[in-house]
Protein backbone atom coordinates (compact mmCIF):
# COMPACT_ATOMS: atom_id res chain seq x y z
CA UNK A 1 0.00 0.00 0.00
CA UNK A 2 1.34 3.72 -1.04
CA UNK A 3 1.28 6.74 0.94
CA UNK A 4 -1.54 9.58 1.03
CA UNK A 5 -0.46 12.08 -1.12
CA UNK A 6 -2.61 15.03 -1.03
CA UNK A 7 -5.86 15.98 0.56
CA UNK A 8 -8.79 17.36 -0.72
CA UNK A 9 -12.33 17.63 0.04
CA UNK A 10 -15.03 17.19 -2.87
CA UNK A 11 -18.95 17.65 -2.86
CA UNK A 12 -19.09 15.22 -5.72
CA UNK A 13 -18.18 12.66 -3.44
CA UNK A 14 -21.13 13.54 -1.27
CA UNK A 15 -23.34 13.49 -4.57
CA UNK A 16 -23.00 9.93 -5.88
CA UNK A 17 -23.78 8.55 -2.77
CA UNK A 18 -27.32 9.00 -3.71
CA UNK A 19 -25.99 7.14 -7.62
CA UNK A 20 -25.58 3.66 -5.54
CA UNK A 21 -25.34 1.02 -7.22
CA UNK A 22 -27.19 -0.36 -10.62
CA UNK A 23 -28.46 -3.63 -10.25
CA UNK A 24 -30.97 -3.54 -12.86
CA UNK A 25 -29.13 -2.95 -15.94
CA UNK A 26 -27.87 -6.09 -17.38
CA UNK A 27 -30.93 -8.50 -18.50
CA UNK A 28 -30.74 -11.82 -15.84
CA UNK A 29 -30.33 -14.71 -18.37
CA UNK A 30 -31.19 -17.09 -15.11
CA UNK A 31 -31.37 -16.65 -11.73
CA UNK A 32 -28.13 -15.70 -10.36
CA UNK A 33 -26.66 -17.13 -6.90
CA UNK A 34 -26.95 -14.91 -3.98
CA UNK A 35 -23.46 -14.95 -2.51
CA UNK A 36 -22.95 -14.48 1.21
CA UNK A 37 -20.03 -14.42 3.52
CA UNK A 38 -20.34 -16.43 6.93
CA UNK A 39 -18.55 -16.33 9.90
CA UNK A 40 -16.64 -19.55 8.88
CA UNK A 41 -15.30 -17.92 5.68
CA UNK A 42 -13.71 -14.91 7.48
CA UNK A 43 -11.85 -17.84 9.47
CA UNK A 44 -11.34 -19.56 6.86
CA UNK A 45 -9.30 -16.05 5.27
CA UNK A 46 -7.09 -16.05 8.08
CA UNK A 47 -6.52 -19.51 8.17
CA UNK A 48 -5.25 -18.60 4.41
CA UNK A 49 -3.46 -15.55 5.22
CA UNK A 50 -1.32 -17.42 7.63
CA UNK A 51 -0.28 -20.32 5.78
CA UNK A 52 0.56 -17.73 3.48
CA UNK A 53 2.75 -15.99 5.63
CA UNK A 54 3.96 -18.81 7.07
CA UNK A 55 4.60 -20.92 3.37
CA UNK A 56 5.95 -17.05 1.57
CA UNK A 57 8.25 -15.09 3.62
CA UNK A 58 9.52 -12.98 2.34
CA UNK A 59 7.96 -12.12 -0.57
CA UNK A 60 9.43 -8.44 -2.38
CA UNK A 61 8.81 -8.44 -5.45
CA UNK A 62 11.51 -8.89 -8.10
CA UNK A 63 12.75 -11.78 -5.95
CA UNK A 64 12.90 -15.60 -5.95
CA UNK A 65 10.27 -15.10 -3.04
CA UNK A 66 7.83 -13.00 -4.79
CA UNK A 67 7.74 -16.43 -7.94
CA UNK A 68 7.25 -18.65 -4.99
CA UNK A 69 4.60 -16.57 -3.47
CA UNK A 70 2.95 -16.20 -7.05
CA UNK A 71 3.17 -20.08 -7.68
CA UNK A 72 1.74 -21.03 -3.91
CA UNK A 73 -0.65 -19.03 -4.91
CA UNK A 74 -1.94 -20.10 -8.48
CA UNK A 75 -1.68 -23.81 -7.19
CA UNK A 76 -4.31 -22.47 -4.24
CA UNK A 77 -6.61 -21.51 -6.75
CA UNK A 78 -6.48 -24.39 -8.81
CA UNK A 79 -7.29 -26.66 -5.36
CA UNK A 80 -9.95 -24.50 -4.65
CA UNK A 81 -12.02 -24.77 -7.73
CA UNK A 82 -10.50 -22.23 -10.36
CA UNK A 83 -8.65 -24.82 -12.64
CA UNK A 84 -8.04 -21.76 -15.35
CA UNK A 85 -5.46 -20.30 -12.94
CA UNK A 86 -2.25 -19.27 -14.19
CA UNK A 87 0.92 -16.84 -14.10
CA UNK A 88 1.05 -14.29 -16.46
CA UNK A 89 5.26 -12.92 -16.33
CA UNK A 90 6.18 -10.35 -17.45
CA UNK A 91 9.05 -7.66 -17.40
CA UNK A 92 9.37 -3.85 -16.45
CA UNK A 93 11.46 -0.81 -16.46
CA UNK A 94 11.82 -0.44 -12.63
CA UNK A 95 14.63 1.51 -10.66
CA UNK A 96 16.86 -1.34 -10.88
CA UNK A 97 16.83 -1.87 -14.34
CA UNK A 98 14.05 -3.74 -16.05
CA UNK A 99 12.49 -6.71 -13.71
CA UNK A 100 10.65 -9.71 -13.98
CA UNK A 101 7.03 -9.86 -12.27
CA UNK A 102 4.55 -12.36 -11.90
CA UNK A 103 0.61 -11.52 -11.90
CA UNK A 104 -1.47 -14.67 -10.79
CA UNK A 105 -5.15 -14.77 -12.58
CA UNK A 106 -8.11 -16.49 -12.53
CA UNK A 107 -11.56 -16.62 -14.33
CA UNK A 108 -14.86 -17.29 -13.22
CA UNK A 109 -17.18 -17.25 -16.43
CA UNK A 110 -20.38 -15.71 -15.78
CA UNK A 111 -23.97 -15.58 -17.05
CA UNK A 112 -22.04 -12.37 -18.88
CA UNK A 113 -19.11 -11.39 -20.46
CA UNK A 114 -19.51 -7.96 -18.64
CA UNK A 115 -16.29 -8.58 -16.02
CA UNK A 116 -16.00 -7.87 -12.33
CA UNK A 117 -12.24 -7.41 -11.27
CA UNK A 118 -10.93 -8.57 -7.55
CA UNK A 119 -7.69 -7.39 -6.68
CA UNK A 120 -5.08 -7.83 -3.99
CA UNK A 121 -1.52 -7.39 -4.52
CA UNK A 122 0.68 -10.41 -2.67
CA UNK A 123 4.22 -8.41 -2.12
CA UNK A 124 6.12 -6.98 0.51
CA UNK A 125 7.35 -3.76 0.79
CA UNK A 126 10.82 -4.45 0.80
CA UNK A 127 13.80 -3.38 3.21
CA UNK A 128 11.79 -3.72 6.16
CA UNK A 129 13.26 -6.16 7.98
CA UNK A 130 14.68 -10.04 6.62
CA UNK A 131 11.74 -11.96 7.94
CA UNK A 132 8.84 -9.22 6.99
CA UNK A 133 5.75 -10.64 7.70
CA UNK A 134 3.44 -7.62 5.75
CA UNK A 135 0.53 -9.91 7.07
CA UNK A 136 -2.19 -7.01 7.04
CA UNK A 137 0.16 -5.12 3.66
CA UNK A 138 -0.23 -7.32 1.71
CA UNK A 139 -1.26 -10.96 3.72
CA UNK A 140 -4.83 -10.45 4.86
CA UNK A 141 -6.39 -9.13 1.14
CA UNK A 142 -4.38 -11.81 -0.26
CA UNK A 143 -6.09 -14.95 2.15
CA UNK A 144 -9.12 -13.26 1.92
CA UNK A 145 -9.36 -13.09 -2.39
CA UNK A 146 -8.53 -16.82 -2.53
CA UNK A 147 -11.23 -17.09 0.28
CA UNK A 148 -14.04 -14.93 -2.04
CA UNK A 149 -12.87 -16.92 -4.90
CA UNK A 150 -13.25 -19.96 -3.55
CA UNK A 151 -16.33 -19.00 -2.72
CA UNK A 152 -17.76 -17.74 -5.69
CA UNK A 153 -16.02 -20.31 -7.70
CA UNK A 154 -18.41 -23.08 -6.08
CA UNK A 155 -21.41 -20.53 -5.90
CA UNK A 156 -23.14 -21.30 -9.64
CA UNK A 157 -22.77 -19.03 -12.51
CA UNK A 158 -22.72 -15.92 -11.35
CA UNK A 159 -24.27 -12.76 -13.19
CA UNK A 160 -21.07 -11.09 -14.43
CA UNK A 161 -17.83 -12.37 -15.26
CA UNK A 162 -15.45 -12.30 -12.26
CA UNK A 163 -11.68 -11.66 -12.92
CA UNK A 164 -9.90 -12.82 -9.73
CA UNK A 165 -6.35 -11.47 -9.80
CA UNK A 166 -3.10 -10.91 -7.38
CA UNK A 167 -0.98 -8.65 -8.44
CA UNK A 168 3.11 -7.90 -7.74
CA UNK A 169 4.97 -5.06 -7.46
CA UNK A 170 2.18 -2.88 -6.00
CA UNK A 171 5.00 -1.39 -3.33
CA UNK A 172 7.75 0.83 -4.90
CA UNK A 173 11.50 0.69 -4.52
CA UNK A 174 12.01 4.43 -3.90
CA UNK A 175 9.01 6.21 -5.12
CA UNK A 176 5.71 5.74 -7.02
CA UNK A 177 6.20 6.66 -10.37
CA UNK A 178 6.17 5.83 -14.21
CA UNK A 179 8.56 2.71 -13.69
CA UNK A 180 8.07 2.37 -9.95
CA UNK A 181 5.41 0.47 -8.12
CA UNK A 182 1.76 -0.93 -9.45
CA UNK A 183 3.50 -2.70 -11.88
CA UNK A 184 0.89 -5.50 -12.04
CA UNK A 185 -1.84 -3.32 -11.77
CA UNK A 186 -0.66 -1.38 -14.11
CA UNK A 187 0.29 -4.22 -16.82
CA UNK A 188 -3.02 -5.70 -15.86
CA UNK A 189 -4.71 -2.53 -16.69
CA UNK A 190 -3.44 -1.88 -20.25
CA UNK A 191 -4.10 -5.50 -21.18
CA UNK A 192 -7.72 -5.05 -20.41
CA UNK A 193 -7.98 -1.51 -22.51
CA UNK A 194 -5.82 -3.35 -25.01
CA UNK A 195 -8.45 -6.02 -25.13
CA UNK A 196 -11.24 -3.73 -24.91
CA UNK A 197 -12.52 -5.18 -22.01
CA UNK A 198 -16.14 -4.17 -20.60
CA UNK A 199 -15.19 -4.17 -16.93
CA UNK A 200 -18.38 -3.37 -14.52
CA UNK A 201 -15.86 -2.93 -11.33
CA UNK A 202 -12.65 -3.15 -10.10
CA UNK A 203 -12.52 -3.65 -6.81
CA UNK A 204 -9.14 -3.57 -4.60
CA UNK A 205 -8.61 -4.79 -1.54
CA UNK A 206 -5.75 -3.64 0.76
CA UNK A 207 -5.05 -3.86 4.35
CA UNK A 208 -8.13 -4.60 5.61
CA UNK A 209 -7.09 -7.53 8.19
CA UNK A 210 -6.48 -4.78 11.05
CA UNK A 211 -8.74 -5.99 14.52
CA UNK A 212 -9.97 -2.04 14.83
CA UNK A 213 -11.12 -1.87 11.27
CA UNK A 214 -12.50 0.95 9.47
CA UNK A 215 -12.21 0.62 5.78
CA UNK A 216 -11.48 4.41 3.93
CA UNK A 217 -12.98 4.34 0.47
CA UNK A 218 -10.24 7.14 -1.02
CA UNK A 219 -11.40 10.23 -2.99
CA UNK A 220 -10.15 8.90 -6.22
CA UNK A 221 -12.14 6.33 -6.70
CA UNK A 222 -15.04 5.96 -8.84
CA UNK A 223 -18.37 7.59 -7.26
CA UNK A 224 -20.96 4.91 -8.21
CA UNK A 225 -18.58 2.58 -6.90
CA UNK A 226 -17.71 4.39 -3.26
CA UNK A 227 -21.82 4.72 -3.13
CA UNK A 228 -22.01 0.82 -3.55
CA UNK A 229 -19.17 -0.12 -1.23
CA UNK A 230 -21.62 1.39 1.36
CA UNK A 231 -24.96 0.73 0.27
CA UNK A 232 -23.74 -3.01 0.81
CA UNK A 233 -22.23 -2.22 4.21
CA UNK A 234 -25.38 -1.14 4.66
CA UNK A 235 -26.99 -3.99 3.68
CA UNK A 236 -24.56 -6.00 5.48
CA UNK A 237 -24.77 -4.44 8.36
CA UNK A 238 -21.52 -3.48 8.92
CA UNK A 239 -21.70 0.51 7.81
CA UNK A 240 -19.37 1.55 11.05
CA UNK A 241 -16.78 0.33 9.56
CA UNK A 242 -16.33 2.00 6.36
CA UNK A 243 -16.41 5.40 5.25
CA UNK A 244 -15.07 8.28 2.50
CA UNK A 245 -12.10 8.85 2.66
CA UNK A 246 -11.32 12.96 1.43
CA UNK A 247 -7.86 11.93 0.12
CA UNK A 248 -6.09 10.54 -1.77
CA UNK A 249 -4.54 7.08 -1.33
CA UNK A 250 -1.97 5.92 -4.54
CA UNK A 251 -3.17 1.89 -4.73
CA UNK A 252 -3.01 -0.46 -7.48
CA UNK A 253 -6.88 0.55 -8.49
CA UNK A 254 -5.27 4.07 -9.92
CA UNK A 255 -3.93 2.21 -13.01
CA UNK A 256 -7.37 1.34 -13.98
CA UNK A 257 -8.76 4.64 -13.35
CA UNK A 258 -5.79 6.03 -15.92
CA UNK A 259 -7.32 3.26 -18.05
CA UNK A 260 -10.70 4.36 -18.21
CA UNK A 261 -12.33 1.42 -15.95
CA UNK A 262 -14.37 2.49 -12.82
CA UNK A 263 -12.54 1.45 -9.93
CA UNK A 264 -12.53 1.41 -5.56
CA UNK A 265 -10.09 0.58 -3.35
CA UNK A 266 -10.98 -0.75 -0.13
CA UNK A 267 -8.21 0.43 2.46
CA UNK A 268 -7.88 1.00 6.19
CA UNK A 269 -5.20 3.23 5.87
CA UNK A 270 -5.17 3.57 9.97
CA UNK A 271 -3.06 0.84 11.35
CA UNK A 272 -1.43 1.44 14.69
CA UNK A 273 -1.59 0.71 18.66
CA UNK A 274 -3.90 3.21 18.79
CA UNK A 275 -7.13 5.13 16.80
CA UNK A 276 -5.53 6.90 14.08
CA UNK A 277 -2.51 5.85 14.22
CA UNK A 278 -0.36 3.82 11.54
CA UNK A 279 2.63 3.06 13.23
CA UNK A 280 2.57 -0.85 12.22
CA UNK A 281 2.64 -0.14 8.38
CA UNK A 282 5.67 -1.21 6.49
CA UNK A 283 7.39 -1.65 9.49
CA UNK A 284 8.34 -5.20 11.69
CA UNK A 285 5.25 -4.92 13.46
CA UNK A 286 2.98 -5.76 10.88
CA UNK A 287 2.17 -9.28 11.60
CA UNK A 288 -0.31 -11.95 11.95
CA UNK A 289 -1.54 -11.33 15.50
CA UNK A 290 -2.74 -8.15 14.58
CA UNK A 291 -5.20 -9.17 12.29
CA UNK A 292 -8.63 -10.99 13.27
CA UNK A 293 -11.01 -13.09 11.29
CA UNK A 294 -13.87 -10.85 12.07
CA UNK A 295 -12.23 -7.96 10.04
CA UNK A 296 -11.69 -10.48 6.93
CA UNK A 297 -15.32 -11.19 7.37
CA UNK A 298 -16.61 -7.65 7.38
CA UNK A 299 -14.49 -6.93 4.39
CA UNK A 300 -15.72 -10.06 2.19
CA UNK A 301 -19.31 -9.59 3.61
CA UNK A 302 -19.14 -6.23 1.78
CA UNK A 303 -17.04 -7.17 -1.30
CA UNK A 304 -19.60 -10.31 -1.78
CA UNK A 305 -22.98 -7.78 -1.28
CA UNK A 306 -21.29 -4.96 -4.33
CA UNK A 307 -20.94 -8.22 -6.05
CA UNK A 308 -24.83 -8.97 -5.85
CA UNK A 309 -25.80 -5.81 -6.21
CA UNK A 310 -23.53 -5.19 -9.69
ZN1 LIG B 1 2.45 -1.36 1.46
Known amino acids: MSPIIRYSFSLLAVCVLFVGCSPNETPMLKETPRLVFKTEHGIQALSNVTAFVHACTPRDAMTPGAERAAQWLKEKLIANGLPNATIQTF ?22 QKTIL ?43 TLQIAFLDGEECKID ?46 TGALRACALRAADTTGDRTHIGLYD ?15 PAVDLIDFNYGNAPGENNFWHTPKDTLDKLSAESLAITGRIVLEMINQL
Open 91 to 112: KDKTPLGEQAFHNVEAIIPGQS
Open 247 to 261: GVILDDHQPFLDAGF
Open 176 to 221: FGAQDGLHGSRHLANKLRQEKREVVAVIVMDMIGDRDLHIQLPHNS
Open 118 to 160: LLSHFDTKSGISPRFQGANDSGSSTGLLLELARLIAVSGTPRH
